[in-house]
Nanobody, 126 residues
Framework: QVQLVESGGGLVQAGGSLSVSCAAS????????MGWFRQAPGKQREFVAA??????YYADSVEGRFTLSRDGAKNTANLQMDSLKPEDTAVYYC?????????????????????WGLGTQVTVTS
């Protein structure tokens, strides 16, 4: 079975940096996108970033501040978060698709991903 395990996160002041990492185990495929969603209390789950065919793409709210990388052979992903803002505070979830990517599509909906980690907390103070 597929398992996603997040690590990292924590608490930082605004303007600081944190990273979150994800390790996937089980029967996975490097051709399937990995990414990150986040959810703040009382808020809808929100797309953050994903990587498709080695090329990351980002939500407008984090573009230029977050950097997503992946080791396809190991199915691991790292999200480096710089210039953090209080509004970045959320639980961050690692996600993995269970179907081969369509190169013409961007996967930004929760339903695009079958596998989810348990989440890790990121807190940014003012």
């Amino acid at each position: 079975q597929v398992q996603l395990v997040e690590s990292g996160g924590g608490l930082v002041q605004a303007g600081g940096s944190l990273s979150v990492s994800c390790a996937a185990s089980g029967r996975t495929a490097s051709g399937n996108s990995m990414g990150w969603f986040r959810q703040a209390p009382g808020k809808q789950r929100e797309f953050v970033a994903a990587i498709r065919r080695g090329r990351p793409y980002y939500a407008d709210s984090v573009e230029g501040r977050f950097t997503l990388s992946r080791d396809g052979a190991k199915n691991t992903a790292n999200l480096q978060m710089d210039s953090l803002k209080p509004e970045d505070t959320a639980v961050y979830y690692c996600v993995l698709r269970n179907m081969v990517d369509n190169p013409n599509l961007y996967y930004i909906k929760s339903t695009d991903y079958a596998y989810w980690g348990l989440g890790t907390q990121v807190t940014v103070t003012s």
